[in-house]
């Protein structure tokens, strides 16, 4: 397996600085003619680099189909990679987009709210509007831009913590497979993961505005969302972060029509996974509230019987993966009991 190099900028608070030296290392990879996509954060990024064939900025609500016809132009453009500058959503559609061209992806992120930066996965909506998780190529460079960083909101700030309070629930429904014999297991993988909740773990009591204003919080958090979509790589499937709380995320951009940043969502979805592992829920539920993260279904605009038909949906988002989800095979009484149960008194 090939891990992509990462680089991060931290020699000033200049973000131009940070582009000159974005510009020379995409020079030293040997490529000539790059192909941009970028958000209106990226400019200034983008804005030293050389030989440029083409700079696009994908249209709110692009598509799956956008980014393939898009592949299809950046492969006849004669472009030599594809550099992309911007927040997730931008990073997904050029993963798919480089994927149809044959090409390579430099990524750029613009924000770090989910560890989709370097994971070989991209999360696309179809022509219906539905966010969908593809298999797509990871990038060949990383380069995380401090300075630009530190601008980004809190609230992704937030959600990419989120996306990391997962990882140790999902490698207890990946092991929750393996045991019945349903997938393999990959030591390097698994401890990537581990590890990459490690590096955030120390501030999950925290203040999210806070830390979002440290750039050395800021480069761990980048390590680490890194990292996990590095254990992803390792193990050539999502499930070392990826497991019954993204089923519930899944499930929310299906029926709720994404209410709020995914690894926000993922967070709320662990709030299910950590009850049925037996965990302490309200426990669990007050380090959500220090992190602004939601734990009740009132702050994602749904009522008790919008989360049953969450749960009774979430499992069949991912057909053949077997989470803590599966195990406990919920009909609809079981569903209203765990919610009951959950939120009782709220």
């Known amino acids: ?69 898009l592949g299809s132009s950046i492969h006849r453009s004669g472009a030599d990679v594809v550099v992309a500058v911007g927040g997730g959503r931008l990073l997904d559609l050029a993963k798919l987009a480089a994927a149809r061209a044959g090409l390579t992806i430099i990524a750029v992120p613009t924000q770090l709210s989910h560890d989709g930066i370097c994971s070989p996965v991209a999360v696309v909506p179809n022509e219906a509007g539905v966010r969908q998780s593809l298999g797509a190529i990871a990038p060949r460079f990383v380069y995380l831009s401090i300075p630009t960083l530190m601008g980004a909101t809190v609230a992704s700030v937030r959600a990419g913590m989120g996306d990391l309070i997962a990882n140790p629930l ?8 393996a045991e019945r014999g ?20 120390p501030h999950l009591t925290d203040d999210p505005a806070t830390l979002s204003r440290d ?8 390590d680490a969302l890194v990292m996990s979509g590095l254990s992803m790589i390792a193990s050539g499937s999502s499930r070392p972060a990826s497991g019954g709380e ?10 709720f ?50 989360v049953v038909r969450l749960l009774l949906a979430a499992p069949d988002t991912r057909p053949g993966r077997f989470t803590v989800l599966e195990q406990a095979d919920l009909d ?12 009782a008194g709220d």
């Open 246 to 255: 993204h089923e519930i995320s899944h499930a929310l951009d299906l029926l």
């Open 332 to 343: 609809e009484q079981g569903a209203a009991n765990l919610v009951k149960r959950i939120w």
């Open 257 to 306: 029509g994404s209410p709020t940043l995914h690894g926000a969502q993922v967070a709320f979805g662990c709030v299910f996974s950590a009850a049925l592992y037996g965990e302490d829920v309200p426990a669990f539920r007050r380090q959500l509230v220090r992190l602004g993260l939601p734990q009740h279904p009132g702050q994602l605009g749904l009522d008790h019987e919008d």
């Open 170 to 177: 999902a490698l207890r429904d990946w092991a929750l497979a």
């Open 1 to 69: 397996m090939e891990f992509p190099e990462v680089q991060a900028f931290e020699a000033s608070d200049s973000e131009q600085d940070a582009a000159d030296e974005l510009a020379r290392l995409i020079e030293a990879l040997g490529t000539t003619a790059p192909f941009v996509m970028t958000s209106a954060h990226g400019d200034t990024l983008v804005s030293s680099l050389k030989g440029v064939t083409l700079t696009v900025t994908p249209p709110p609500g692009a598509t799956q189909q956008w980014a393939s016809e």
């Open 215 to 222: 750039p050395v919080f800021v480069r761990r958090l980048g």
């Open 182 to 201: 349903l997938t393999d297991m990959d030591q390097r993988a698994w401890d990537l993961s581990a590890e990459s909740f490690e590096l955030i773990k």
